[in-house]
């Protein structure tokens, strides 16, 4: 089974992390020489390609034609009827789908509301726009962004909302649609994470003016690299195209400056490939997460992640919280004796965006109207999350985390 490793995080924590004390002598623990849960880790991801999917790529090689062509346009077919979006456009990565959504919905000097909680692309493809982020805190519960934090926020400038549905959630999409419609904004939902994720028993891709997607090697939907956009308006739908490929409208006629941000058919068949699979995997996550939920809140200390009313999350990660008031550790050491009992994690994000060096000039109150980001950075932890989780596995996370939990409670 073959594992990647997730983003690095590009920064330490922030200089207000709670500092690493002095833990009690247990001499049981895996991290102070004891016998670990496991003597073989959890595989915190599960990225292999199937035979399919390499057979695919292989027919692809094989002909000759690995431009954009036949399997782009079958990816974006399936994954329009799947996400219940009019068109969907395949595009290099995530990023460059962002910036091909962003460019025709608002202007350079427009404010747009962003999450203070999300991955840096949601917001460093609104400042490459030459958009001005107006950072919006999260929601304690579901850790989306707060609208009603975004209504406080709106200003006289403001065209435009980029909303992540971060971990694989759907944020409160009727909230988003809803102050848009008041104050005429543009919606941009970022769903990197949330492939195959419904709002309402309908697909991510009904709502919004464009919705953007990754697939990168780890997400759920994986090709290496690879993104896309689905959206229901025609109009649109062209001008993406357009920019996606140097704005040409006939052989070598340009009718605008446009990019080249296309994907290939390498790409697109691995992705076909895999898209075979990704109901029976999303719905294995689901069921991962329903395990999750049982054994955290079965022990004192932590928080479960809570979805969005009316919404499926299609469980990119499974974050949970410590309190760090119940316990006599930070969660970075909680987390380090986890891994030597031989559970995995990772911290999806280590500091909220108000306290990225990127954003520093957006940003004039060091992240204080973000409390709830700024208190998340130190609370959360990815447990293992894919679809190929054993029993085996469940008990050994769930042994580990109780093993950890009474050796350090207060
Ligand atoms: C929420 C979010 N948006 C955008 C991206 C960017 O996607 P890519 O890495 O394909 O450019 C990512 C990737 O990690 C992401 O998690």
Redesign the pocket.
């Known amino acids: 089974m073959a594992t990647a490793a997730p983003?690095a995080a590009p920064h330490a924590a922030p200089t207000t992390a709670p500092h690493t004390r002095p833990l009690p002598a247990n001499p049981g623990l895996a991290i102070n020489g004891g016998t670990p849960v496991s003597a073989a880790a959890v595989p915190f991801m599960q990225t292999a390609l199937a035979q399919a999917d390499i057979d695919a790529a292989v027919a692809v090689l094989k002909s000759g034609m690995l431009r954009a062509w036949k399997k782009c346009e079958e990816l974006e077919t399936r994954m329009a009827q799947m996400s219940s979006a009019r068109h969907a456009m395949t595009c290099a990565?995530?990023?460059c789908a962002?910036q091909l959504a962003y460019e025709p919905l608002f202007e350079r000097g427009d404010d747009v509301l962003v999450p203070a909680w999300?991955?840096i692309?949601?917001v460093s493809m609104v400042v490459a726009r030459g958009g001005n982020p107006i950072f919006v805190d999260a929601l304690p519960d579901t850790m989306q962004i707060d609208m009603a934090d975004a209504a406080r926020k709106i200003t006289p400038r403001t065209r435009a909302i980029a909303a992540?549905h971060?971990y694989g959630c759907p944020v409160d999409i009727d909230a988003v649609q809803a102050l848009a419609a008041k104050h005429n904004l543009k919606v941009v939902y970022?769903a990197?994470?949330a492939h195959l994720a419904t709002y309402k028993n309908k697909g991510i891709g009904a709502f919004g003016d464009a919705v953007t997607y990754?697939f990168?090697a780890t997400k759920n939907l994986a090709t290496g690299?690879g993104?896309m956009i689905t959206c229901n308006d025609d109009a649109l739908a062209r001008q993406i195209k357009l920019l996606r490929s140097h704005g040409e409208t006939d052989k070598y006629l340009h009718e605008q400056v446009g990019y080249n941000y296309r994907m290939n058919d390498i790409t697109g068949a691995i992705g076909c490939s895999r898209l075979d699979r990704l109901e029976a995997e999303t719905k294995k996550r689901q069921d991962a997460a329903a395990r999750y939920d049982k054994i955290l809140s079965s022990i004192p200390g932590f928080t479960t992640p809570k979805t969005t009313p009316g919404a499926t999350s299609a469980y990119h990660l499974y974050i949970a919280r410590i309190d760090p008031t119940k316990f006599l550790c930070t969660r970075d050491q909680f987390c380090d004796a986890l891994k030597a009992e031989g559970v995995p994690t990772a911290v999806h994000y280590p500091r909220p965006l108000t306290r990225q060096p990127a954003f520093s000039q957006f940003v004039k109150d060091g992240g204080a109207s973000c409390p709830i980001a700024e208190k998340l950075c130190h609370q959360v932890f990815a447990l293992p999350m894919h679809h190929g989780l054993t029993d085996e596995h469940f008990k050994t996370v769930e042994a580990a985390l109780r093993k950890v939990a009474d050796a350090y409670r207060a």
Request: charged letters at 10%; aromatic letters at 12%.
């Open positions: 983003h990565n995530g990023t962002l999300t991955y692309a949601t992540t971060l970022d990197a994470q990754s990168y690299e993104g």
